[in-house]
């Protein structure tokens, strides 16, 4: 859980009341970034999902969450 406690990056998260944290990896030709979605609590932090996505996010944009993630979260895709 590296991401979460050192991450390169935090933006608002897509769901309620969490938040998205970001770490890049891989290597200059194949770069990649963990991202993990959570939310925190009254001393608890939930984590509702992690993913790899390929290539490097802008920051501030959306947060690239995959279809059949949205899915299971029971939220709308924008497709």
Do not use: C, F, N
Not at 13 to 40: C, F, N, R
Not at 48 to 57: D, E, F
Request: charged share 25%; no cysteine.
């Amino acid at each position: 859980m590296r991401v979460l406690r050192y991450p390169k990056r935090m933006e608002e998260g897509v769901a309620e009341k969490t938040l998205a944290v970001m770490q890049s990896a891989g290597t200059k030709k194949h770069p990649y970034e963990v991202w993990l979605m959570y939310q925190a609590g009254k001393g608890v932090i939930k984590i509702i999902s992690a993913w790899r996505y390929p290539g490097v996010t802008k920051p501030g944009g959306k947060v690239p969450i995959p279809a059949d993630i949205l899915l299971e979260l029971g939220m709308k895709t924008d497709e």
